[in-house]
């Protein structure tokens, strides 16, 4: 008698084959397109840049002076210049990279209130009211711009500037303290570099190999020996805990603090007691500044 035939079988096989080998093709197409839509709109995704008119432009709150200053490459930047009548201290505010000057005035207000300082805070370009688009050497040109502008106009020397940034903003204020050789740095929620950052968020890709941002705070801060005080929320998922107390720890200076807070996220307002503390760092052996 003859044997049944596993002909209907192999053909079954085969064409379960050729499925899987076409999903697999597909997926990993699919999978080289989103690489590359990453790769090419990299810019927008680090420097999401909110501009003019969102936002509270004409706060009747806030006294303070519009600011027009140029880059070094003559990109034309704007800022808002928190004056007051007897400032301990200068400080340049690098805000994060979803914030403009308008969004930012409510910590600025804070802070020249708290720490009885002249505050300036500078949108990059690309933000705000500034011109241009948003990419890593422009703006920290546009930090470098902004620091040589207050420095100016407070007549103090450019390392008497204290230099604070949050989150993308503390890469730019750890450019300026590493140009600078700024006397106190204040850096929240900030990280190492972007790759860094970029690999925990997109731990399914090769962000570390694509990316062309650097922004690498850890290398710069290697080199500074001023005072630090540094602040990081331990529920805090963009940048996590850790990456901030690595930049931490790169920093050779003796003279530094890192604070964690407890259960606060990345965009979370620290507590009150925080600006206690941030007054006496940065007033500590301070005279008037006028």
């Known amino acids: 008698m003859n044997q049944p035939s596993n002909s209907s079988g192999g053909v079954q096989h085969n064409q379960l084959r050729r499925q899987a080998?076409?999903?697999?093709?597909?997926?990993?197409?699919?999978?080289?397109?989103?690489?590359?839509?990453?790769?090419?709109?990299?810019?927008?995704?680090?420097?999401?840049?909110?501009?003019?008119?969102?936002?509270?432009?004409?706060?009747?709150w806030l006294v303070h002076e519009d600011v027009e200053f140029a880059s070094?490459?003559?990109?034309k930047l704007h800022g808002w210049y928190l004056d007051h009548p007897a400032p301990r201290t200068y400080l340049l505010y690098c805000h994060g990279n979803g914030e403009h000057v308008a969004y930012a005035a409510p910590v600025a207000d804070e802070l020249?209130?708290?720490?009885?300082?002249?505050?300036?805070?500078?949108?990059?370009?690309?933000?705000?009211?500034?011109?241009?688009?948003?990419?890593?050497?422009?703006?920290?040109?546009d930090g470098r711009a902004a620091h040589k502008w207050l420095s100016e106009r407070a007549g103090v020397p450019p390392?008497?500037?204290?230099?604070?940034?949050?989150?993308?903003?503390?890469?730019?204020?750890?450019?300026?303290?590493?140009?600078f050789h700024t006397r106190k740095l204040v850096l929240e929620s900030t990280f190492p570099s972007i790759p860094e950052v970029?690999?925990?968020?997109?731990?399914?890709?090769?962000?570390?190999?694509?990316?062309?941002?650097?922004?690498?705070?850890?290398?710069?801060?290697?080199?500074?020996?001023?005072?630090?005080?540094?602040?990081?929320?331990?529920?805090?998922?963009?940048?996590p805990l850790e990456l901030g107390r690595r930049l931490f720890d790169a920093a050779p200076t003796?003279?530094?603090?890192?604070?964690?807070f407890d259960g606060l996220g990345h965009n979370d307002y620290p507590p009150?007691?925080?600006?206690?503390?941030?007054?006496?760092?940065?007033?500590?052996?301070?005279?008037?500044?006028?």
Request: aromatic share 12%; proline share 4%; with cysteine.
């Open 21 to 60: 080998s076409r999903l697999f093709c597909a997926c990993f197409l699919f999978y080289i397109g989103f690489l590359l839509l990453l790769s090419l709109f990299e810019n927008r995704l680090i420097f999401p840049a909110p501009r003019y008119p969102s936002g509270d432009w004409e706060p009747a």
């Open 159 to 179: 390392d008497q500037i204290v230099v604070m940034g949050r989150s993308l903003g503390g890469a730019v204020a750890v450019d300026l303290a590493n140009q």
């Open 254 to 260: 003796s003279d530094k603090e890192f604070i964690v």
């Open 198 to 239: 970029a690999a925990r968020l997109h731990w399914w890709a090769p962000v570390k190999i694509l990316i062309r941002t650097q922004l690498n705070s850890v290398d710069k801060i290697s080199r500074y020996e001023g005072g630090l005080l540094q602040s990081h929320g331990s529920a805090d998922t963009m940048i």
């Open 112 to 141: 020249r209130s708290t720490l009885d300082a002249a505050v300036f805070v500078f949108d990059y370009r690309g933000y705000g009211r500034s011109q241009g688009s948003a990419e890593e050497k422009g703006v920290l040109q």
């Open 72 to 75: 070094p490459d003559g990109t």
């Open 272 to 290: 009150q007691d925080y600006y206690v503390r941030l007054r006496r760092f940065v007033q500590r052996d301070s005279t008037s500044a006028r």
